[in-house]
């Protein structure tokens, strides 16, 4: 049973690009939950998406983007890519509901010269 | 907005000594769940508290949420190396299906 996958591992993109994070969840699961962690920090939550549609969402602006299709895998985009956007990038996905745990992939690290 | 914060922020001991993290929220608690991140890896799930004053172990490890729901603390019992890494609180506010990372500690080992 595959844990949750995430692809690529690593990217190195040029400011102004844009850049696309694929996440496939734990099987079982519905819902998919992105991250932004930079280097020394915790976490930081920038959406989460169940039955296809956003359902809530952290404060990050609208350059981050996201999709999940019916099989219930996800994508972060990521449009005019900023330096500060350099950091690893965490897909974790979960049954749906407030209180069940959270399996994190592996994570893209990505770093924007 | 919520915050949650850690303390320390980071701890060094000496293998065999105890070690604790502590977890505050600025607001009321649904639930909490701890995670470990070992260096260049991803979070992994430790454990999740839903009750007041709730207390967990796992054989060394001891979890307490605090029981107005807004503080929570991870001790463990006479360290090994492998419990080198970072200690992440992630709390989870009622009405909202984010969790808000805390801070987090990193703890090393010293053999």
């Known amino acids: 049973d595959a844990g949750v996958t995430q692809s690529p591992t690593h990217l190195i993109k040029t400011r102004g690009q844009q850049v696309t994070l694929r996440c496939s969840p734990k099987s079982g699961h519905d819902t998919v939950s992105w991250y932004q962690q930079a280097l020394g920090q915790g976490p930081q939550f920038i959406f989460q998406y169940y039955e296809e549609e956003e359902r809530q969402r952290g404060n990050f602006p609208d350059r981050f983007s996201g999709h999940q299709f019916p099989n219930y895998s996800s994508e972060l985009n990521v449009n005019a890519l900023l330096l500060g956007d350099s950091a690893l990038y965490l897909c974790?996905?979960?049954?749906?509901?407030?209180?069940?745990?959270?399996?994190f992939g592996q994570g893209t690290r990505l770093t924007v010269v | 907005g919520q915050q949650v914060m850690q303390i320390p922020q980071y701890q060094h001991v000496q293998e065999g000594e105890d070690f604790t993290t502590y977890c505050n929220s600025s607001?009321?608690?649904?639930?909490i769940q701890w995670y470990k991140q070992r260096p260049g890896g991803h979070p992994v799930f430790l454990i999740q508290?839903?009750?007041?004053?709730e207390v967990k172990k796992q054989k060394r490890l001891t979890f307490q949420f605090g029981e107005a729901k807004k503080n929570s603390s991870l001790h463990i019992t006479a360290t090994q190396t492998t419990d080198v890494g970072t200690y992440f609180c992630?709390?989870?506010?009622?009405?909202?299906?984010?969790?808000?990372f805390g801070t987090g500690t990193r703890l090393k080992v010293l053999a």
């Open positions: 508290l839903v009750k007041s004053g």
């Open positions: 974790a996905s979960s049954l749906e509901g407030f209180n069940t745990e959270a399996f």
């Open positions: 992630a709390g989870h506010a009622s009405g909202t299906y984010k969790y808000i």
């Open positions: 607001t009321t608690l649904s639930n």
